[in-house]
């Protein structure tokens, strides 16, 4: 199924890993060029500023390609506006297998261009060919985003190719529930919640049981989008507005109404990110304990949106106190602990970021500069014994 030469993306990960190993000061930088010079591998980009550069210009290349075979072809074809749409998703699709078989590309940037290109030449052709009445068919649409996205990360191991998966899953099985079951608005919400479980718990276990590194990134990133998808699928602020917003009666400036089960969503607002905080600290789950925070920011913007209990200068003191305090006595209780949850720096973390960022905070402040060497005058002075200059009483 996977597009690339195994032996060559095995090395990819094997280089991935000593890099980090060499980042954390594991082993030097001699041993880490020595080893990725002997290594065969696929064509990859890892600076994501160089790749954004390369993804950029596959998109013009693309683009000039599928307008070069516009000019030529649609003059001499009347309404053929279509089959060269499907023409412009086959080109994006060979494109990017011949950069995967031929040219060894991995992640490099063009070969990215190309098949979101592909993708979103695909879905435009099936819109237009299911349209009903000048509207597109949107479930036509996302069903096959869904399943050409996940066609194409199983072949390609792009992680992009995973959220636009994730999102035409969840689009399918949202629509469908909404339009073709009669309590499918009343039940959208715990249907999305359902979904997003299982998805949660199908991807923990693969991740698990994973024995080659060439789906983590991917499923991982599935695993983070089921835990934001599981959230805001029960957050009173998202429940009442959608509802509001799919009753068919929202207008502008219109206040929306109190939803049936207020209680029930306002504790799940506040309880799952308490949960995801305790569980990631007890598993050491890193991108949980992020949406932890960020689902915790939310739900106390979701209470302020309808309950104004304080000024905003005066939450945002006594939120920022409490925020200080927890911080400080997280940080006493936690500092010389070897082992379990400890405030020690991580070693696959680069140890010199937070001495640069203060000494770039301090040059920012302060208006230091760096210390220029004055290049020293090619004429010596010294050696007077009287009052002229270099006068020893000699010539």
Known sequence: MIAYDKTLLDNVYID????RLKESGFISKEQYKDLSHELPKLKSQNNLFIRIGFFILGCLLYSSICGFISLLGLGAMDNGYLFFIYLFAFIGFGAKEYMSQEMKYFGFGLDDAFILGAILALLIAVGLTFEQNYDPNYLAVIIVLAIASSIAYLRYLNTSLVLLACIGITGSAAYLIFEYLIIGKAILPFAMMLLAGTGYLFSKKKLQNLAFPYYYNGLKLAKGFCLILFYLAGNYYVVRELNFSLSGEFYYNAVSPEIPFALLFWAFTFIIPAVYLIFSLKSKDRMMLWIGFLALCFS?????MYHHVLPPEVALTIGGLAVFAFTYFS?????????????????FTNPNAFSNLQALVAASQFGLKPEVKVEESPMEFGGGGFSGGGSNGEF
């Open 16 to 19: 991935q890993e000593a890099n």
């Open 331 to 347: 940080i006493k209780k936690t500092k010389y602990n070897e082992t379990g949850i400890t405030f020690k720096a991580d070693r």
């Open 300 to 304: 106390f913007f979701t209470f302020r």
